[in-house]
């Protein structure tokens, strides 16, 4: 389950019409691109420490090709919430150093350590992706900045693809891949950040029920 919730890739690839030959045109110069990647990292590490809870709607593209959306609520550091709309019987809430995952239509609830998933990137209290992952490229195309990122300590399986916006450098959608090599990418829109947020969004309904009782 915690693959296919958070598996998510990009596979990109570039189709262009090839240029009829001319050759009595003048030869055109080609000019190096100029993006600095060191620059787009650092912009995107400021970006991250400086969010602090972010909400906004989500399109989950599956494997498979099917789509669920949701409502994704975000408070850093830390906490998260996916609450999917109906019918899908899925809410995901990150908080307390584990995600849990809630099946309401098999009536479970499966848990993991943040620190195995790619939300731990973005959830850190300090972010700096050039310490927290391996990087294995950073780009820009089509108006987006795009960082590939792996787990350095080898925690967590697959790749994640994160694409920030090429000016503001806010978070716009992502991608992995896990283990087995499938496909999930998640897009938002209708962003809005700076929000207060109620702090029971990050909490199951059940947690309190699972504490040990309190004397009186």
Excluded: C
Excluded at 159 to 171: I, P, Y
């Amino acid at each position: 389950m915690i693959d296919l919730i958070f598996s998510m890739a990009l596979i990109i690839q570039d189709v262009a019409d090839t240029p009829v030959s001319d050759e009595s045109a003048e030869p055109v110069e080609v000019v190096a691109d100029s993006f600095d990647a060191a620059a787009a990292l650092d912009a995107i590490n400021t970006s991250l420490n400086a969010l602090d809870t972010l909400q906004a709607r989500f399109t989950q593209v599956s494997p498979d090709g099917s789509a669920v959306q949701g409502q994704l609520s975000l408070r850093r550091p830390g906490r998260l919430r996916f609450e999917y709309d109906a019918p899908s019987p899925l809410l995901i809430i990150a908080g307390g150093g584990t995600v849990a995952i809630r099946d309401t239509a098999l009536e479970t609830t499966n848990r993991a350590p943040i620190r195995a998933t790619p939300l731990w990137w973005l959830l850190k209290d300090e972010v700096d992706l050039a310490t927290d992952a391996r990087v294995i490229d950073i780009w820009s195309e089509h108006g987006f900045v795009y960082i590939s990122l792996t787990d350095a300590e080898g925690e967590m399986d697959g790749e994640a693809v994160f694409l920030f916006d090429a000016e503001t450098f806010s978070l716009s959608q992502w991608f992995a891949v896990d283990s087995l090599g499938q496909t999930t990418r998640v897009l938002l829109d209708e962003v809005e950040t700076g929000q207060r947020l109620d702090p029971r969004l990050f909490v199951l309904d059940d947690d309190d029920n699972e504490r040990p009782n309190r004397r009186r």
